[in-house]
């Protein structure tokens, strides 16, 4: 039985009888969906885990499920949906042959998953042109619908939350940097590729990052000692160790498949470096993974350094940062600018769903319009 990252999933309860629109961020590793009332503008959000490249073929069950327990929790029976908002990154699990495969692939089983809902809302897809796509035109705006989720963040949070700054999102998996100017994305970018290149994506996220990706060595009683190049740990057994985040026994979503407790994140460090766990003590354990967190705080800074540089005399002048994700204690935070924490704007519970939100929120400033 998988188990599910949220458990607890937050409601702000819309009323039994408000329209709803239902926003989508179809991951590789975890779905989010938002409901937002129309009328009140609240928001009910709900994250589950789920591995696409295990199972691809139950994302439509996953859906369907994950949304009834979102229309449970926020009160609301399915004939309130008036449309669906959906944005993606998981037409990049391994199951997938390209990004056709994936992206159709994601956009049938939406579909599907709301034939089951009474009322079968409007779906539209959000492409990182700035516009929403029908289901008709799926197959020819493949490359504008793939990873399209930090577009549609960025676009909201750049009308509705800051007109000029930089957005830092930082996921499970990734950490999102993004201009914001004159209210607009101000990246040509727009593929992983691109991204990648431009430093706007930043391979390094909160959870499930290899620690071999992350230092090639550690200090450890004032020796330097070569990692081994294996999946042994991640920088989530990090996070674990320095109590960073709550330990889950129940969830086995680990390198070893093993439980996210500190007891297995120490056994999966001291692996690393070659150790059985009764070999590295926990004042070593401790030092290992300020220096795997470090590392990873440094990388995203030093892209964050590279953007305020090209921004020019705006990093000093006006420049806010927009902080966001669940991953934010690897920002180091250590610019003067103006912060701004996604958090404290959406509830800490509707921030970690902050794509799914924003493209409601896009889909209805724009009047729904689908091409």
Not at 235 to 247: G, S
Request: glycine share 6%; net charge negative; hydrophobic share 40%.
């Amino acid at each position: 039985m998988e188990e599910s990252l949220t458990t607890n999933p937050t409601s702000l309860a819309p009323a039994p009888s408000s329209s709803l629109v239902l926003g989508v961020d179809v991951g590789g590793a975890n779905l989010k969906s938002v409901l937002i009332n129309q009328q009140t503008q609240e928001a009910t959000a709900w994250e589950s885990f789920f591995p696409m490249w295990k199972r691809p073929e139950s994302l439509a069950e996953q859906l369907r499920s994950d949304w009834a327990s979102l229309l449970a929790d926020s009160r609301t029976d399915a004939d309130s949906i008036d449309g669906i908002a959906i944005t993606m990154t998981g037409e990049l699990a391994d199951c997938f042959t390209d990004r056709q495969h994936g992206v159709t692939h994601i956009a049938q089983h939406v579909q599907s998953a709301a034939k089951q809902l009474s009322r079968r809302p409007e779906i539209a897809f959000y492409s990182t042109a700035g516009k929403f796509i029908g289901m008709h035109s799926v197959p020819t705006e493949v490359d504008a619908l793939a990873a399209s989720n930090w577009h549609a963040l960025a676009s909201w949070a750049a009308t509705h939350v800051t007109a000029n700054g930089i957005l830092i999102d930082v996921g499970s998996t990734t950490t999102d940097i993004i201009p914001l100017q004159n209210g607009r994305v101000a990246t040509n970018a727009k593929t992983d590729h691109q991204r990648l290149r431009d430093g706007s994506l930043v391979y390094i996220g909160c959870r499930r990052t290899p620690v071999c990706s992350l230092v090639d060595r550690l200090l450890i009683d004032g020796m330097e000692v070569p990692i081994m190049n294996e999946f042994f740990a991640t920088i989530d057994d990090a996070r674990l160790i320095l109590r960073q985040q709550p330990e889950l026994s129940e969830d086995l979503d680990s390198a070893d498949g093993r439980p996210r407790d500190r007891a297995s994140a120490h056994r999966r460090l001291a692996k690393m470096v070659g150790w059985d766990a009764n070999e590295l003590s926990s004042a070593q354990a401790d030092s290992v993974s300020q220096q795997i967190i470090g590392s990873a705080q440094t990388q995203i800074d030093q892209s964050l350094q590279r953007w305020m540089k090209r921004l020019g005399e705006q990093a000093n002048e006006g420049m806010t940062l927009l902080l966001s994700g669940h991953g934010q204690d690897l920002i180091t935070r250590t610019s003067t600018c103006k912060t701004i924490d996604l958090r404290d704007r959406l509830t800490p519970e509707v921030s970690r769903s902050a794509p799914a939100f924003a493209v409601a929120r896009l889909w209805l400033d724009t009047a729904r319009e689908v091409r």
